[in-house]
């Protein structure tokens, strides 16, 4: 039979493509508790009030400027200034010849300096003045870079921790699948295991230190009289969710497939096959962009997929 997976998986919550910058503090599961603690920013990130020349209110405009551009890229950010344990981004300038050039600074719990970049110069008129397009343009060139470190520091800290799933296999519970017809919960079940348990995913019968769970549903749809006097037709949906160890959604896939009216009701044979390992394939790929196990960074200190 022809491909059983949907042309476009739906995933909740991201996209199975691969991505570069990754989710900057997302959680990746239940090992991201066992990192050491101040290796990683915690879940907010404090953006400090800039001084302006013309005041406090253009100094809050390129803060919220600032907060709104890396929401944009995924980061938790708040303008305020940072409690005890937070990490910080400090905006400053260096005056240059007829003008400034903005810049961040990116600051631990512990006040050491992470990391640091600039955005494209700013005259003098328009610094002196506080203008809103210029502060503006600022944040959004520095956002993605700022972005990319913190990136980059989670990374090299999963790479450094032996429990992170860049260096050992991510347990996953199987809850199961349920609603199929015939012996689909059986079958199609079995084969999702064993398609799924490799050296990278290791399946288990208990829910207890999971790093992510699986579970599968199947519907199908009334019996709708066949078209140019083919048999009757039933639509099957397959939805297998995959969630973290807290029981956050990490994405799911579902498959679509209009199949003759009860072919299913007994055996599902090559089905259960082909509908099991087209899912195994779309579960590895939700765990590994989710966890990042696939992402690396590189001597330069720039992630890469």
Known sequence: MT????????????????????????????????????????????????????????????????????????????????????????????????????????????????????GSEIDEAAWQSGNAEALNLAALQMAPKLAQQLTTIELHAMEE???????????????????APGDGDTALGKAFVNFLNDARDQVQSSPKKADFSVGCTVKLGRVEPGQHGAPPQQQITIIWRVLTAKGAEAGAATQLHEIPAH???????????????????????????????????????????
Request: one cysteine or more.
């Open 263 to 305: 072919s299913l009701d007994g055996k599902w044979g090559d089905t259960a096959i082909e509908a099991a390992q087209e899912a195994a394939d779309a579960t590895k790929t939700i765990i590994s962009n989710y966890s990042r196990r696939n992402q690396t960074t590189t001597p330069s200190g720039a992630s890469k997929p």
């Open 3 to 118: 491909s059983f997976l949907v042309p476009v998986l739906a995933v909740l919550g991201l996209s199975l493509s691969g991505c570069s910058v990754g989710h900057p503090f997302a959680d990746p599961g239940e090992e991201a508790t066992r990192l050491a603690l101040g290796s990683l920013p915690p879940p907010r990130l404090a953006v400090m009030l800039p001084q302006v020349p013309t005041g406090k209110a253009a100094g809050l405009l390129w803060e919220k400027d600032m907060v709104v551009a890396l929401v944009g890229q995924s980061v938790p950010a708040v303008g305020r200034m940072p409690a005890r344990g937070d990490w910080a981004v400090q905006l400053g300038v260096k005056p240059v010849d007829g003008g400034v050039i903005p810049q961040y600074t990116l600051v631990d719990g512990s006040g050491q300096k992470r990391g640091s970049g600039e």
């Open 161 to 179: 921790d032996p429990h992170s799933l860049h260096n050992r296999p991510a347990r996953i519970y199987f809850s199961g699948v349920k609603g």
